[in-house]
């Protein structure tokens, strides 16, 4: 199994189903730029809340996956040719809603603050990170 991070646009729209066991999942194909001028598609399959949050994304969102990626093979049943391609099973998912989502919750709600990022970025001094790493 390879763990993997894969960065994409849906190409398609999502859809939320329910399995005969009763549980939620979400079969979408990923398009991923690799180089000038193509682009990878890959499947992949979420469940649950993972699946609920990638089912509200449509065709051209965004989207980032972790997951365990594996290599599939099918039948083309136009052509009967052998066919080969990659599938993720998520673990984890972000896309750019969940980014504005967490931004507000972090801005308190006055217009002063609104244009301002949540640290005093003018003070050279003032570090917005609580780490040891200097720029």
């Known amino acids: ?15 939320l189903k329910t399995s ?9 194909l990923l ?14 399959i979420a469940f649950g809340g993972h699946a609920e949050r990638i089912a509200k994304l449509g065709k051209g969102d965004a ?7 594996k290599p599939t093979e099918w039948q083309d049943k ?20 969940d980014i504005k989502k967490r931004r507000h919750t972090e ?3 006055n217009s002063a603050q609104q244009d301002r990022p949540p640290y005093n970025a003018d003070k050279p001094h003032h570090r917005p ?3 040891e790493i200097e720029f």
Do not use: W
């Open 1 to 15: 199994m390879i763990e993997s991070l894969i960065s994409g646009k849906l190409i398609k729209d999502t859809e």
């Open 20 to 28: 005969q066991n009763n549980k939620q999942y979400c079969q979408f």
């Open 31 to 44: 398009g991923v730029h690799v180089g000038e001028p193509e682009n990878i598609v890959i499947s992949g």
């Open 63 to 69: 989207v980032s996956v972790i997951g365990a990626l």
């Open 78 to 97: 136009a052509t009967n040719e052998t066919r080969r391609g990659l599938s993720v099973t998520v673990a984890n998912v972000l896309s750019v809603y």
């Open 107 to 109: 801005i308190p709600d």
């Open 129 to 131: 990170f609580n780490d």
